[in-house]
C-alpha cells in the first residue's frame, strides 16, 4: 500500500548548460520544479517570457507548453525534478515563477536527492519522499513568507514565543509590544492567523503541556497545576472541560 505522501521520481538532473543550449517547445505529463542556483536563462509559456536568475524557482504543471533556452553568459545552471504524485496526494500550489528569498536553504535538498537518486541507499523510496516533501514544503514557506503581510509575519513570532515558554505568564501588553502592535490591531491579526484569541491560545498550550507532564512524570496534580495555573481547582475544571476528563482519571486511564 502505497504511503499517504508517494511520488514516482520521473526524473532529476542537475544541468549547466552552455550558450546555444536549449529544451523545447514541449509539453509534459508530469510535475517539474526547477531551481536556478547560478547563471541566467530564459523561460517562456502562455506566449509570455521571463529571466531566470539565481535563486529562482520554477513549477511547471502538466499539460502548459514551454520552453527553456540559454543565450548569453553567466550561462544558467539548475536543478530539475520531474515527478508525478501517487495514491491520492496533491502538491500544494506553488506560483509557476518566483524568486525565494532563501534559495540556499533548497540546494542542499537537492544535491541529497540527486545524490540518493543516482546511488539508492537503504530505504531510497522512504528517503525519496520526505526529501521531495521537504523541498516543496521549503518552497511553499518560502512563497507565503513573501506574500505574507506584516502583520501576519509579527503574529507568527510572537506565537512561537508563546510555545517556547507556554507556563510564563505572558500580559496581552507584552504581547503586544512584541508584535509592535496596538491592542486592537494585534487581538484582530492574532485571531486572524491562529483562529482563537491570545487568552485560548495560551489556554490550549498550558492544557497540553499539563497532559504531558500527567504522562511522562511522578508529579501529583497540584504541582502540574503550576504549569501556567495559581489555582490547582480551576486549573481541575479546566482540564476536565477541555478534556471531557479529570485530570487524575486521565492518568490514571492513560498509564
Keep these: 500500500m502505497e504511503p499517504s505522501f508517494a511520488v514516482q521520481l520521473d526524473y532529476l538532473v542537475h544541468r549547466v548548460t552552455h550558450c546555444g543550449w536549449t529544451i523545447g517547445p514541449r509539453t509534459i505529463d508530469n510535475f517539474e520544479l526547477v531551481l536556478v542556483t547560478a547563471g541566467e536563462g530564459r523561460i ?28 548569453s553568459e553567466p550561462c544558467m545552471e ?83 514565543q508563546i510555545r517556547q515558554d507556554p507556563c510564563r505568564p505572558w500580559s496581552l501588553d507584552e504581547l503586544c509590544a512584541a508584535a509592535h502592535l496596538k491592542k486592537s490591531a494585534f487581538l484582530e491579526a492574532f485571531r486572524r492567523v491562529t483562529g482563537v484569541s491570545p487568552g485560548q491560545y495560551r489556554m490550549h498550550l498550558r492544557l497540553e503541556r499539563a497532559r504531558d507532564l ?34 487524575s482519571r486521565w492518568r490514571a486511564e492513560h498509564l
Excluded: M, N
Aim: charged letters at 20%.
Design 78 to 160: 539548475f536543478y530539475g525534478l520531474h515527478f508525478t504524485p501517487l495514491g491520492g496526494f496533491e502538491p500544494p500550489a506553488l506560483p509557476r515563477f518566483v524568486s525565494l528569498p532563501s534559495p540556499h536553504r533548497l540546494q542542499p535538498l537537492f544535491r541529497q536527492l540527486l545524490e540518493d537518486y543516482r546511488d539508492p541507499p537503504y530505504l531510497y523510496k522512504w528517503k525519496q519522499d520526505l526529501l521531495v516533501q521537504q523541498i516543496l514544503y521549503e518552497a511553499a514557506v518560502q512563497v507565503h513568507q513573501a506574500d505574507c503581510p506584516a502583520e501576519t509575519l509579527r503574529i507568527q513570532k510572537v506565537v512561537q
Design 214 to 247: 500527567l504522562l511522562d512524570t511522578d508529579l501529583p496534580v497540584a504541582q502540574v497545576a503550576a504549569c501556567g495555573f495559581s489555582d490547582p481547582f480551576y486549573f481541575s475544571r479546566c482540564f476536565s472541560r477541555h478534556f471531557s476528563v479529570s485530570p
Design 44 to 71: 517562456a509559456w502562455d506566449d509570455r517570457t521571463f529571466t531566470a536568475r539565481a535563486g529562482d524557482f520554477i513549477c511547471f504543471v502538466p499539460g502548459v507548453r514551454h520552453r527553456l533556452w540559454v543565450d
